[in-house]
């Protein structure tokens, strides 16, 4: 094992993390395997959100770190401006194969963020490409996280990713968030809702449809806490999308790959978006990648309405579709193929939400929520805002658990091949943890 002593912290300025409280109090993770890992005094802890809802088939698997390996020996790097390497080419495929129908072009990128900003580019460049470039308003929602590049950050709908960053890019509409008081501790869909999706007709008729470009939704609100979609919701927003000739955007950073019970939020939900962001569980986590997958339709108005020979689409990264990635994403989706997880995390899902929803009436509890192998408790606030939840995710992690929170609001997503036992055990340390908050 690599082993790399440390004597200060200070010149790693850490995301998303209180700097001057972890320096002074660190919490480093040395080893992981399974559904845990080992932090540096040796103690083992659950974690109960797949890493960053990346590692869906449990950490350290072999067959990605060996294909990782021999990839590297073989040909470690090479551009794919102009040139190419067969393993992004079968990637394409195999990523084909698993989203609907007729979404069958895909790009890379290295995150979820650059998939996002790619999947905006690429609306314009197929508007552009119609003859509608007037259409350059984006739709988004409140409470929506698209990561953190600067074509993200205006999607953004939680306050604080966005209060410094001013308007960065203009022409972004919010549609309200869908969390209802009402339905609190609602196992799966709510039943009511489906209404919410009319403001993005109240948009297009404000702005005018032929200037809306793009809807972006997360099929499921991950970060914010997992704002499950009303019965309806989605399809009423593929029918306005439709009516105004506006492009339909799931983000499935999070939802992809199983987390839902099928491949996609778009066939648990059964609406097919005309494009798809990917991440996270793509490589199960072993190496960074994101990718948009678009409709036919897109990809061939792009391709078509360039001259022979010439760039279609001015857009990519150095690293987008490296090899290296590439390889942990193939052996990511034979692993997912060999074990069945996408089904097994359908199996799993009514115990583990059943187990997690037995936690109401836990005190300081405020609300329960979860689809799939997708649940989210909300603890009440305690004076400012995230400061019980930074308290709980500290109490959590010393007594064994790894939980992600948002403010007061911790995420739990368990590898996909976790077992009844290893859900028990999550709830059981989060039970004991949280009466006491
Ligand atoms: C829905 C969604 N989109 C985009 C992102 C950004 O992904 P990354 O952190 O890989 O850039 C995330 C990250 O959590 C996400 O949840």
Request: aromatic letters at 10%; hydrophobic letters at 40%; charged letters at 20%.
């Amino acid at each position: 094992m690599a082993q790399y002593a440390t004597n200060t912290l200070e010149q790693h300025w850490m995301p998303f993390t209180a700097n001057r409280d972890f320096k002074a109090d660190p919490r480093l993770i040395v080893r992981s395997e399974g559904i845990h890992y080992w932090n540096h005094k040796g103690e083992r802890i659950i974690d109960a959100s797949s890493g960053l809802f990346c590692c869906a088939a449990g950490h350290a698997r072999k067959e990605i770190a060996d294909a990782v390996g021999r990839q590297l020996m073989e040909m470690d790097y090479c551009t794919h401006f102009q040139l190419g390497h067969p393993s992004s080419f079968e990637l394409a495929r195999r990523v084909a194969q698993l989203t609907p129908e007729g979404l069958d072009h895909v790009f890379f990128a290295n995150s979820g963020s650059e998939a996002v900003d790619t999947a905006l580019k690429i609306a314009m460049a197929y508007h552009h490409a119609r003859g509608e470039g007037q259409r350059q308003r984006f739709v988004s929602r409140e409470r929506a996280y698209h990561g953190v590049n600067i074509g993200g950050t205006s999607l953004a709908g939680l306050m604080k990713n966005r209060e410094a960053f001013g308007a960065v890019m203009p022409g972004v509409v919010h549609m309200r968030h869908t969390w209802n008081p009402e339905d609190r501790f609602t196992k799966g869909q709510p039943a009511s809702g489906a209404e919410l999706a009319d403001d993005l007709k109240r948009i297009c008729e404000l702005h005018g449809g032929e200037t809306v470009a793009a809807c972006f939704v997360e099929p499921i609100a991950g970060s914010t806490g997992i704002l499950v979609p009303p019965v309806g919701y989605l399809q009423r927003l593929r029918e306005i999308c439709d009516e105004y000739g506006v492009l339909l955007v799931f983000d499935e950073v999070i939802c992809g790959f199983g987390r839902t019970g099928k491949a996609f939020a778009a066939q648990s939900f059964d609406v097919t978006p005309d494009v798809m962001t990917m991440a996270k569980a793509i490589t199960n986590g072993a190496q960074p990648m994101g990718a948009v997958v678009v409709q036919d339709e897109i990809y061939e108005t792009v391709v078509d309405a360039a001259p022979d020979g010439a760039v279609e689409f001015f857009h990519g990264y150095t690293f987008g579709a490296h090899p290296a990635a590439c390889a942990a994403a193939l052996a990511t989706l034979d692993i997912y193929e060999r074990e069945k997880l996408f089904e097994r995390a359908a199996e799993l899902s009514p115990y583990f939400l059943d187990r997690f929803f037995a936690l109401r009436g836990t005190p300081g509890i405020a609300d329960l929520r979860g689809y799939g192998m997708l649940a989210a408790f909300d603890l009440g606030p305690d004076g400012a805002p995230g400061r019980r939840g930074a308290k709980a995710m500290k109490r959590l992690f010393a007594s064994g658990l790894y939980v992600k929170f948002t403010a007061d609001c911790g995420l739990v997503a368990p590898p996909l091949m976790a077992r009844e036992g290893d859900i028990d055990d999550i709830c059981t340390i989060l039970e004991e943890v949280l009466a006491d908050i």
